[in-house]
């Protein structure tokens, strides 16, 4: 394939990418100001906290945090920066089909299906950090595809230390390296270059984290993870499939048919040193890993092991259709038809019903609070990133995102209990509750450790997501001492 080719094929799939990133311009999720609030204390005070003052690492994401705190911590500056990343893992990928695919229709095409991927532009113009995951990982396997050279090697050592911040699983990454590297003298070269560096890196934010908070593992994984559970861990593979089957319907059929075909023996053979072998070795180690601590799978986590199953598929579908140029575009406008479908019926309205209603359904409520607060309120609420981020309140978080006792009692009394019994309080004082829950107001009337539930207001959302559909009410309660009389 010629250069202008090439470069009208990467146009075509940057193209394929901004409708998709246009049709979820609404993506928004209540982490996203997780990771705002803590920006913008680190960016105001060099902080780490949620709550002002409160040391803590209630986010998964430190380098996340260190990139919005830089670029200014609001909401835009993480949009665009979520989108920019997107776009270079595109050209990443697009890199990493050329040889895989060795070129050709194939690879353009790949390219061109992964652009539009429903994982990836749903969650592209969110301001997680989900695309600047995906990118550190397809720069990873880039530096160690290319041939050993000195500045190569140390940008591959700050790349897997920014993986590592990015997302904690990522160590999984430097841990595969490593093993690959030891394989050979050749390859101990480079780990002997990059794996300093790495660590180097990697130890500085332990140094950070321990000076500034007391630990260094994010307060977030008791939240999402409830340990070894061997039926729980083949839930948790089932969501896996389920999630990717959602996104790569044709690339699984072409994988499954490849297998099945008489192709077996020719592949089983090729993978061997196939260059797609590091990819899929890590999404394994992922899925294996998210299966063995019972992690709460959702989407985005899985987004940066999907490359590798989107170029596995193509590789399979050339093997069986050979590389001709309508073969390529037939299997490319398959992909991209089977995700705008899914996108469609299924993943698109609950993502824009739940991203236009997260900002008016949480922050009147907290409005509410500051116009009723003679000093600083301290509100109780189990979504504390809008609340923090707009209200400018103390938080009392109910998730155990920032506070591992509030997922204690949970573990041990359940969230309903919990509230009732008001063992919540037990994590300090609070003057308002935010509920949510399938039903308004539930808790009227309802007296916890001599504290009346007063409604002040509901509002509603239609669902918190795919797998949480709704409607979901948020009330806000005010939490008052008995008056003399009623004494």
Known sequence: MSRSSSILWLCLAFLVYALGVLAYRDSLMDDTFIHLQYARNLRAAGTLAFNPGEPSLGATSPLWILLLALFGASELAARLLSVACGGFAVWLFALHARRCLGGGNFAAAASIAWAGNLWLVRHAPNGMESTCALLVVLGAFELRARPRGGWRDVGLGLVLAAAWLVRPEFVLLIGLFFCMDLASSERMQRLRTWLPLCVAVCALWVGFAWWRVGHVLPDTVSAKSAGPSLGKGVAVLGRCAELVSLAHPIEAVGLVLALFWGLRRGLRLAWRRHPLAPPVGFALLLVATYACLDVQVQPRYLLPALPCLTLA??????????????????????????????????????????????????????????????????????????????????VLDLGGLIEPRAQALQDSMGYDAMLVSGAFLDLGACDFVI?????????????????????????????????????????????????????
């Open 435 to 487: 509920d949510r829950a399938h039903e308004p107001a539930r808790f009227a009337g309802q007296v916890s450790r001599n504290r009346h539930w007063r409604p002040l207001r509901t509002t509603t959302i239609p669902n918190l997501g795919l797998s949480r559909p709704g409607p979901y009410f948020y009330t806000l309660y005010a939490l008052e001492a008995p008056s003399p009389s009623s004494r």
């Open 313 to 394: 598929g193509f590789v399979a579908w050339r093997a069986l259709c050979g590389a001709s140029l309508p073969a390529a575009v037939t299997v490319c406008v398959a992909a991209l038809a089977a995700s705008a479908c899914v996108s469609a019926v299924r993943v698109l309205p609950a993502t824009r019903d739940y991203s236009r209603a997260l900002r008016p359904a949480l922050v009147p409520l907290v409005q509410e609070v500051r116009s009723r607060a003679t000093g600083t309120a301290v509100v109780a609420t189990p979504d504390i990133g809008v609340v923090g981020y707009y209200g400018q309140v103390r």
